[in-house]
C-alpha cells in the first residue's frame, strides 16, 4: 500500500487565506521528504524540502513542518495566490537498499484559489 | 540551460506497436527516472538509472526497457504498446542517489495507446 498519503484530496481557499496541505507517512526511517507543486499540463516542480533531523523549514511564503512522533508532513503557504493553484504532492525518500534512495509520492491535493 | 527535456509532447498510438520516448538532461545529473502518472495512483517508478551505463527496475516495469548509454539521455521503450500504458510519463534526474538528492522533472510525454 501507500507508505505516503494525504488527508485532503482537495482544498479550497480564498485569495490571501493561508493553506496547509497535510501528508501523512508510515516509514519512520525515511531520511528526507519533499513537496512538489505540478500544475496543470506540466512536470512536478520542487518547492522545499526537509530532512528528518528537521522539525520546520521555511521558504518563500511556504514552510515545511515535519512531526516525526505521529509521521506527519505539511506544507503551508502563506498570503495564497491564484498562482498557487496546482496539485501537490508529498514524497518521501527512502532507502530501497544498498543506499539506493528512492522517492515514494503521495497521490495529491488539489488546491484552489479562489479570486 | 534548458534542464530536462522530454519528447514528443503528445503521442497516440495503436496498440501493438513500438515506440519510445526521449528524455535528455543538461544538469550533468548521474541519476535519472522514469515515471507514469495515472489518475488515483500517483507517480510510480518505473526504471531509474544510477550513473550511465547502469539502469535498475523501479516499481512498474513490466512492458518498459530503458538504456543510458551516456549521462544525458535516458531513452524509454515500449516494445509493443497496449492499452493500460495509457499515461503521463515524466522523466527525472538527481545529481546522485542518495539520502537527500533532490529529483528534478521533465514536462511529460501524454501517451494514448488505442
Known amino acids: 500500500g501507500e507508505s505516503v498519503g494525504l488527508h485532503l484530496p482537495t482544498l479550497s481557499v480564498q485569495e490571501g487565506d493561508n493553506s496547509i496541505i497535510n501528508c501523512a507517512y508510515s516509514?519512520?526511517?525515511?531520511?528526507?521528504f519533499i513537496w512538489y507543486k505540478q500544475e496543470s499540463g506540466k512536470g512536478p516542480q520542487f518547492i522545499i524540502d526537509?530532512?528528518?533531523?528537521?522539525d520546520k523549514r521555511q521558504g518563500q511564503r511556504v514552510t515545511v513542518l515535519l512531526n516525526k512522533t505521529v509521521k506527519h508532513l505539511s506544507l503551508q503557504i502563506a498570503a495564497t495566490q491564484p498562482g498557487d493553484s496546482a496539485v501537490y504532492f508529498c514524497?518521501?525518500?527512502?532507502?530501497?537498499?544498498?543506499?539506493?534512495?528512492?522517492?515514494?509520492f503521495g497521490k495529491g491535493t488539489l488546491l484552489t484559489v479562489n479570486p | 540551460i534548458a534542464g530536462i527535456t522530454q519528447a514528443p509532447t503528445s503521442q497516440i498510438l495503436a496498440a501493438g506497436r513500438r515506440m519510445t520516448l526521449r528524455c535528455t538532461q543538461d544538469?550533468?545529473?548521474?541519476?535519472m527516472y522514469w515515471y507514469r502518472q495515472d489518475l488515483g495512483l500517483g507517480l510510480r517508478l518505473i526504471h531509474y538509472?544510477?550513473?550511465?551505463?547502469?539502469?535498475g527496475k523501479g516499481e512498474v516495469p513490466d512492458g518498459y526497457s530503458v538504456s543510458r548509454a551516456n549521462t544525458d539521455d535516458f531513452p524509454l521503450t515500449l516494445a509493443s504498446a497496449v492499452p493500460s500504458q495509457t499515461s503521463v510519463y515524466f522523466c527525472?534526474?538527481?545529481?546522485?542517489?542518495?539520502?537527500?538528492?533532490?529529483?528534478?522533472f521533465g514536462p511529460g510525454t501524454r501517451l494514448t495507446v488505442l
Open positions: 544538469m550533468r545529473h548521474n541519476a
Open positions: 514524497a518521501e525518500n527512502m532507502d530501497s537498499g544498498g543506499s539506493n534512495y528512492k522517492l515514494t
Open positions: 526537509i530532512r528528518s533531523n528537521m
Open positions: 527525472a534526474s538527481s545529481v546522485g542517489q542518495g539520502a537527500v538528492d533532490t529529483q528534478y
Open positions: 516509514n519512520s526511517a525515511s531520511d528526507y
Open positions: 538509472s544510477n550513473t550511465a551505463g547502469t539502469t
